[in-house]
């Protein structure tokens, strides 16, 4: 049992940050009550979050390689910690907000090593296990968000979505400071301060112009110049990269074909499975009138119970199989999962999505565990922080992209069900997508090493 202690600690670190994504869903009508907040007010509870995660990721991976991935994550929990009580005390929404940032910047800290840490810590069939748990996590921490922050906002109040954190934190600090080894990267002899930098401008300004573009438009002056300032800062960030001697992110990562196709299947397959899960919680609150706790289970229970299942009894064995055969399986579950959903209609009641999300289910439990293996197996052992942290960047890109999207396409809709089901059939379109570049990129890699041979 002292052997999966590790898993345990990564695997509470990992729960906590992915629910407090989407757990204030549920939450956001108590909100606006308590705190007099308006509609653009509850987007940036929502989205200050996940705006500080996917903006910081990368530069919190670069140094956990160089100051000790053990120890940036101890640091990223216990910043996750105080902010959640900050959160729970928040006498405003400016307050509230900015702590909603700085939990994320927790977040990024301890999302950025989980990967890196399971990767030195287990080997064999027994990281196959690990895996495959830590992916069943992701799946489930992600989906059971609005059923956390339904049971408890319904019974205790909103902001013990917050309060809750605080004893998970101390738990995972205790395994963590116990059970798991230091590890670091000898090659990394500095921090490359100018590439995070660049990189943090690029990922925040454009995050920032995603989130607005479901409310603004995708024509407005905001949405584009913060789009335009994102990509100036992602193009300033590869020309930092390339002369830089110790690169945050080493780009020459990008010319191994399996490694680029997984980065571009992480970041899609995150919004086909996740991205439109606020917009299903807001119907079945909304138009068929559930509460919070109702709208939890109808949503989440189904997705997080089958990754759970598939995460927990099939990791070992899925490690076994080819990973673009179980990625690309995985991704047509979920794009099978999505068409399931999508005859979601307007007399349809909350049953109508239930085989849907299980498919979901099935295929983000099978999806993530390996995709997230097969990315390590691609780069050498000292640059695990930075793959790992190059991976969760762009799962999180991912999730605001779809969010971003499939907002654009309620704006375009009369009835909140034709949105429902436009944006779980653009969702299916993504992870096919993302299931074929998975297929050619493999294939690609195969051809190079035949005329290698």
């Not at 921490?141 to 954190?165: D, K, Y």
């Not at 407005?220 to 002369?243: D, H, I, K, N």
Request: glycine letters at 12%; hydrophobic letters at 55%; aromatic letters at 8%.
């Amino acid at each position: 049992m002292r052997k999966w202690t590790p898993l345990i600690a990564v695997c509470l670190g990992t729960f906590l940050l992915l629910v407090d994504v989407t757990i204030v869903v549920v939450a956001l009508p108590s909100i606006a009550t308590s705190l007099s907040a308006s509609p653009h007010d509850l987007a940036w509870v929502l989205d200050g979050y996940a705006l500080a995660l996917a903006a910081l990721l990368l530069g919190a991976g670069a140094l956990a390689d160089r100051y000790g991935r053990r120890v940036t994550y101890i640091i990223g929990l216990l910043i996750f910690g105080v902010s959640s009580l900050l959160c729970a005390l928040a006498p405003g929404v400016p307050a509230l907000i900015a702590a909603r940032a700085l939990q994320g910047a927790g977040g990024a800290a301890m999302f950025a090593t989980t990967v890196a840490i399971l990767n030195v810590t287990y080997r064999g069939r027994d990281r196959g296990v690990a895996f495959g748990v830590w992916g069943a996590v992701n799946g489930a921490a992600t989906a059971a968000g609005p059923l956390v922050g339904g049971l408890l906002t319904e019974h205790f109040g909103w902001r013990w979505i917050f309060l809750v954190n605080l004893p998970v934190c101390v738990v995972a600090v205790w395994f963590t400071l116990r059970t798991v080894t230091e590890s670091r990267s000898p090659s990394s002899s500095r921090f490359d301060v100018l590439g995070t930098v660049t990189f943090t401008l690029g990922a925040t300004a454009a995050v920032y112009g995603l989130i607005r573009a479901a409310d603004d438009g995708w024509t407005s002056a905001v949405v584009l110049g913060a789009l335009a300032l994102g990509l100036a800062g992602f193009a300033m960030f590869v020309l930092v990269e390339r002369r830089s001697a110790a690169p945050m992110l080493d780009l020459g990562l990008f010319r191994r074909p399996a490694f680029s196709g997984m980065i571009v299947a992480a970041f899609l397959c995150q919004a086909a499975a996740f991205a439109y899960l606020p917009y299903t919680t807001t119907w079945l609150q909304r138009d068929l009138g559930h509460g919070p706790v109702d709208a939890g289970l109808l949503g989440a229970l189904p997705m997080s119970g089958a990754a759970l299942l598939v995460g927990g009894f099939a990791g070992r064995h899925l490690q076994r199989v080819r990973p673009w055969i179980a990625i690309s399986a995985g991704l047509i579950l979920i794009v099978a999962g999505d068409l399931a959903q999508s005859v979601v209609g307007a007399g349809s009641g909350a049953a109508v999505l239930i085989p849907g999300l299980v498919l979901v289910g099935l295929g983000v439990g099978v999806v993530l565990p390996v995709l997230s293996s097969a990315v390590l197996a691609e780069v050498p052992p000292e640059r695990s922080g930075m793959a790992g942290g190059a991976l969760n960047t762009f799962r999180q890109l991912g999730f605001a992209f779809g969010v971003a999207i499939f907002g654009t396409v309620f704006s375009q809709q009369n009835a909140y069900t034709e949105g429902l089901s436009g944006a779980v059939t653009l969702a299916a379109v993504f992870a096919l997508v993302a299931a074929l570049t998975v297929v050619a990129t493999s294939w690609l890699r195969a051809g190079q090493r035949v005329k290698i041979g």
